[in-house]
């Protein structure tokens, strides 16, 4: 998978610790990166959504 740079930027920024959106976060950015499986995306039950690289997207961050 291409990752644009706003998805690699993402990415990076997860391996170092997990993101918290609010509910009024545009999910579909990230969308293709949880479809893909290279970040997990957790509901909350504040309504926000925690967002974690996977081993898939630490993968493709270093090929």
């Known amino acids: 998978m291409d990752l644009t740079e706003i998805e690699r930027a993402f990415l990076q920024q997860l391996t170092s610790e997990p993101w918290i959106s609010t ?10 990166l949880v479809e893909s499986g290279l970040v997990e995306a957790i509901p909350q039950a504040s309504g926000d959504t925690e967002y974690r690289i996977t081993a898939q997207g630490r993968a493709a961050l270093n090929g």
Do not use: N, Y
């Not at 545009?26 to 969308?31: F, I, K, P």
């Open 23 to 32: 509910p009024l976060f545009d999910h579909e950015l990230v969308a293709r």
